[in-house]
T-cell receptor, first 116, second 116 residues
Framework: EAGVAQSPRYKIIEKRQSVAFWCNPISGHATLYWYQQILGQGPKLLIQFQNNGVVDDSQLPKDRFSAERLKGVDSTLKIQPAKLEDSAVYLC??????????????FGEGSWLTVV | AQTVTQSQPEMSVQEAETVTLSCTYDTSESDYYLFWYKQPPSRQMILVIRQEAYKQQNATENRFSVNFQKAAKSFSLKISDSQLGDAAMYFCAYRSAKSGNTPLVFGKGTRLSVIA
């Protein structure tokens, strides 16, 4: 079974530029999460989707970050304009309904962003 | 809101020895799940072990076991017969069991070094 796919793996941009990250969850997983992990810290939830609807985006900096999950499958996370403090790894994760798969959330390999 | 605290930023262990990583959490909920994830330099989150709060028996997975103390809100990870491949960041995470798919809340992590 294919895992959570993310691209690009690495991206370097200048501040005030824009960047987009793509995520393809495990087939059949209705719930998709985007986490931001700054160096030396644990991952922090940015946004959670259930199918194509947003469940929680309370920690998403909406003045510069946006995310969508059209058709309830793939998702994109966009940052525009980027700031230096956005340098982080952006982790995508997915899961089935909680009653299945013993509550396991599966993670992709992450997209590393460096803003210079 | 739930919080997870890992008080040991770094730990080291001799190969073949045993090490214990500490984790405490704060919640007012009675039903939840706890996890330990391993994150190697590649940054992909790998599930090590999970514990359901309603279970009194501590979870074990081969060389990995937990000491779950619900009253004390403590959830430590013990790694026995440590191997060089165990070197990584380890994150403790909490997941609410309330209805709907809830996200993981992570601690700041503990960096484990294994000395040959």
């Amino acid at each position: 079974e294919a895992g959570v796919a993310q691209s690009p793996r690495y991206k370097i941009i200048e501040k005030r530029q824009s960047v987009a990250f793509w995520c393809n969850p495990i087939s059949g997983h209705a719930t998709l999460y985007w986490y931001q992990q700054i160096l030396g810290q644990g991952p922090k939830l940015l946004i959670q989707f259930q199918n194509n609807g947003v469940v929680d985006d309370s920690q998403l900096p909406k003045d510069r970050f946006s995310a969508e999950r059209l058709k309830g499958v793939d998702s994109t996370l966009k940052i525009q304009p980027a700031k230096l403090e956005d340098s982080a790894v952006y982790l995508c994760a997915s899961s089935l309904r909680r009653s299945e798969e013993r509550n396991t959330i599966y993670f992709g390999e992450g997209s590393w962003l460096t803003v210079v | 809101a739930q919080t997870v605290t890992q008080s040991q930023p770094e730990m080291s262990v001799q190969e073949a020895e045993t090490v214990t990583l500490s984790c405490t959490y704060d919640t007012s909920e009675s039903d939840y799940y706890l996890f330990w994830y391993k994150q190697p330099p590649s940054r992909q989150m790998i599930l090590v072990i999970r514990q359901e709060a309603y279970k009194q028996q501590n979870a074990t997975e081969n060389r990995f076991s937990v000491n779950f103390q619900k009253a004390a809100k403590s959830f430590s990870l013990k790694i026995s017969d440590s191997q060089l491949g165990d070197a990584a960041m380890y994150f403790c995470a909490y997941r609410s069991a309330k209805s709907g798919n809830t996200p993981l809340v992570f601690g700041k992590g503990t960096r484990l070094s294994v000395i040959a």
